[in-house]
């Protein structure tokens, strides 16, 4: 069985891609095959039914074809659509719609289920009769649930016995890794994982500990773990997955327990583990070369990232450990931040005879601007991540070799440094930039540099985290990601301008009207007239999240609320940040009292408070 991670995600978005970029479709099908022919509406084949149905959300397809008689009925029932219902951000009465008619009837024979925010899962499985009813229900994908909820549901989920994967992004800040992974190894069935959890700011992440006794097997194949993990429990979680077949870890951190690798005294055999992508942060090399000597005898696919110790650049210890422990290795991809100094001899060691018959190419970005001797080495041709991180340097390839490189497989690009003129680096698949660095002489030319790296016009996600980013840039941006459905910035713009005078300006009136901004997240707390300003910019806005200040919430709830005015008419998430959580009862009493709203839920998560409605 093929494990692709998140597949229908992939193909959702596959298809809403198609909607984007082929628009006329619907003109061209009921023109030629409707209007030229002179059919009725009826008259069309089953076939052509299909076809609309897949530029079509399942809602759509429900609430515009469903009741119209008994052959669309027949049609929906009987088609493919009902196996897999990955359901997007959507108001509360809309998915309340949805779980009536659509999940509840096809609960028998549904085999995939997203859930994208915390209120979702307490309606769907609010009891352990409805879980069980579930019975062909092999994905199951949290995308905001809840510690305490997950744990809820875990027993009765086990009892599926068809569910082979799991994804499941945590609400709340995690507090035991132990409780987590147990939780989760109590599904015999499992084959794919994937975690994303957090660990609290003021929280020691030294601290959080993996323990899990010895001979406590999963049958997990494909695991990923978006989070800090305890680097010297690594060894405990391997010992634990005898079958697996791929590994990879965001973050494997340096922890204070006292459970050394050599205390362990029982290892496994991992002769199916192939693919291991791990990043090591503060890692010792020796350490990590101890888990290479005990697990990796199999492991064809290798990628690291590193920030610490020199040795990791040292060539000549890499090609001994692959040669003695890893005979199978056919991909080696590493990448190094941090302090270069004067190493540039050991690092061109990686130019070898070794290196090159393997055809294991890496290449040296230095930023020569800074004064801490910070660089990158990374491998090259092919480039094979998903993220690359652009700094304004002076490439130079610790080898000669005829081939340019390749950057298709990019889908995020970090910009660290300022944008050289005429860049030749080209990425034509990135649809996600984070601009990591603030940058004096921000102007029209950093829009043309990234207009000739990256299409602008393909960016679905922009995130700005410099605070001192001017608001005139960040709307001269949105003239040019007209695709755009996600934004992330910093209050501090809105703080520093005349919001009256920005809004008569024309970009800002051109922003507005072309772009497609869902989901925003803003970082500091805004004011009631800064929320009109944003409103006024983002007239497609569905989900806010935000920090306000504590005497202006409830005013500012009237207002995202109000029916006096059409600016928030598609708003229906909302997440105040850093909120005290007294606040619940103060919006429930105004929410009763003012006839607000009747149909609505809220939640109090990690300081934060989130309404739906």
């Given at each position: ?106 609960k028998h024979r549904i085999r995939l289920i997203r859930l994208s925010n915390p209120f979702m899962n307490e309606l769907i499985f609010s ?366 713009g809105l703080h520093h301008n005349n919001l009256d005078v920005v809004r008569r300006n024309y970009a800002f009136e051109y922003a507005s ?101």
């Open positions: 069985m093929q494990w692709q991670e998140n597949d229908v995600i992939q193909n959702s978005n596959w298809i809403k891609k198609r909607k984007l970029h082929n628009v006329d479709f619907f003109s061209d099908v009921f023109s030629k095959r409707i209007y030229s022919n002179r059919y009725h509406f009826e008259d069309l084949a089953n076939e052509i039914f299909y076809e609309i149905f897949e530029y079509l959300d399942l809602y759509d397809i429900y609430k515009g074809f469903f009741n119209l008689n008994q052959r669309f009925q027949n049609l929906i029932i009987n088609s493919n659509f009902l196996n897999q219902i990955n359901i997007s951000t959507m108001s509360k009465s809309k998915f309340e719609y949805y779980h009536k008619n659509i999940l509840l009837p096809n009891s352990a009769y409805t879980i069980l009813r579930f019975i062909h229900l092999e994905t199951l994908i949290f995308d905001h649930i809840e510690m305490k909820d997950f744990i809820k549901l875990i027993n009765h989920l086990a009892h599926l016995h068809e569910l082979y994967s799991l994804i499941i992004s945590l609400a709340d800040h995690i507090q035991s890794l132990s409780v987590l992974f147990s939780s989760i190894f109590q599904l015999k069935k499992l084959k794919y994982c994937k975690i994303e959890y957090t660990i609290k700011d003021d929280q020691n992440q030294k601290s959080i500990s993996f323990d899990l006794t010895r001979h406590v097997f999963s049958p997990i194949q494909y695991l990923i773990i978006n989070g800090d993990f305890p680097f010297n429990s690594l060894n405990n979680l391997l010992s634990c997955l005898p079958e697996l077949h791929h590994i990879s870890i965001q973050s494997l951190v340096n922890s204070n327990d006292n459970i050394k690798i050599d205390d362990l005294s029982y290892y496994i055999h991992l002769r199916y583990l192939k693919y291991v992508s791990f990043k090591l942060n503060s890692i010792d090399f020796n350490k990590f070369e101890n888990i290479i000597k005990q697990f990796f005898d199999y492991v064809e696919i290798l990628h690291l990232t590193m920030n610490s110790d020199e040795k990791y650049l040292n060539a000549k210890l890499w090609q001994q450990l692959i040669i003695s422990y890893m005979p199978y290795l056919r991909i080696f991809d590493m990448k190094y931040q941090g302090s270069i100094g004067n190493k540039y001899d050991i690092i061109k060691q990686f130019s070898s005879s070794f290196w090159i018959e393997k055809k294991w190419f890496f290449t040296h970005e230095h930023d020569w601007k800074s004064t801490m001797d910070r660089g990158v080495i990374y491998s090259s041709i092919p480039y094979r991540r998903k993220d690359y991180m652009y700094y304004w340097a002076s490439d130079e390839q610790l080898y000669s070799h005829n081939q340019e490189e390749n950057f298709n497989s990019v889908n995020h690009l970090f910009i660290c440094s300022k944008i050289k003129d005429h860049c030749l680096k080209c990425f034509p698949n990135v649809n996600q930039l984070i601009f990591t660095l603030f940058f004096d002489d921000w102007n029209d030319s950093i829009v043309r540099n990234l207009n000739c790296m990256i299409s602008l016009e393909q960016l679905t996600k922009i995130v700005l985290e410099p605070y001192r980013i001017p608001l005139e840039d960040i709307i001269r941006l949105l003239c040019f990601t007209s695709n755009l459905h996600t934004l992330q910035f910093h209050t501090f009207k072309i772009n497609k901004i869902k989901s925003l997240i803003l970082h500091g707390r805004c004011s009631l007239n800064e929320l009109e300003f944003i409103v006024n910019l983002f007239p497609q806005l569905k989900c806010l999240e935000t920090g306000m200040n504590r005497t202006e919430i409830q005013q500012i709830i009237r207002f995202l609320l109000s029916k006096t005015h059409n600016k928030t008419q598609h708003l229906f998430y909302l997440c105040i940040a850093y909120t005290p959580k007294v606040c619940i009862k103060e919006i429930n009493v105004m929410m009763k009292s003012e006839n607000l709203l009747k149909n609505y839920s809220i939640k109090y998560i990690n300081s934060n408070l989130y309404l739906w409605w």
